[in-house]
């Protein structure tokens, strides 16, 4: 089924949300899914910080919490509407053109395997724009990501301090200058229904 945004001819033809988490991020993801409604028409693409050595239940853990299917992420899956995607531990999740996933296990990108920096940078260049969402963590992963969003007409989002079980990722996405909204983590789901132009019924 085709994704198309229905609205006003300015707004940007989003493709894809990618989500960035890392430390307390996996609270902020159930929170924020949990928010989506069943109708919503983008496909979200998520890469959070785990353990490589363990199996990864997030997935699991995320889908009983939304309307929305969550899979782990395959080689060679196609992006779909309403569907989430979960970068597996250990592997770079990349989009190429044309909205497939290609998981790769090369270098890790500011210690870290896999990378929202690689997410964000591939979905950019395969969609323009593109919605990019920076949940709690430490470090700077995605801040590199959120440029790169924006320099290629996406919009950025970045969880507020004051919700942030750790600031340090999306202070490092605000301080590059690329974040158009700071929101607390009960308002990001409501600014992605608008951007995409979703139905909250």
């Given amino acids: 089924m085709p994704y198309t945004y229905e609205g006003p001819a300015e707004r940007p033809h989003f493709r894809v949300v990618v989500v960035a988490a890392s430390a307390g991020g996996l609270n902020a993801l159930a929170a924020l899914l949990t928010a989506l409604p069943s109708d919503f028409p983008l496909p979200l693409a998520i890469v959070q910080h785990i353990d490589p050595n363990h199996v990864s ?3 699991n853990i995320l889908g009983r919490r939304t309307k929305l299917l969550v ?18 531990p250990g ?3 990349i989009i190429v053109p044309g909205g497939a996933i290609t998981l790769t296990q090369s270098a890790p990108v500011h210690f ?5 920096d690689q997410l964000f940078e591939s979905a950019a260049r395969a969609f323009g724009p593109v919605i990019g969402v920076v949940l709690s963590g430490s470090g700077m992963d995605g801040a590199a990501g959120a440029t790169a969003v924006k320099a290629l007409g996406g919009t950025v989002i970045a969880q507020d301090e004051a919700t942030a079980m750790f600031f340090g990722m999306p202070q490092a996405a605000i301080e590059s200058g690329a974040v158009d909204y700071v929101l607390p983590l009960d308002d990001i789901a409501a600014q992605l229904v608008s951007l995409a132009g979703s139905s909250t019924s």
Avoid: F, N, T
């Fill in 112 to 116: 870290v395997r896999p990378s929202a």
């Fill in 71 to 88: 899979k782990q992420a395959e080689a060679d899956d196609v992006l779909m509407p309403g569907v989430v995607y979960v970068a597996p």
């Fill in 57 to 59: 239940l997030i997935a």
């Fill in 91 to 93: 592997w770079h999740m």
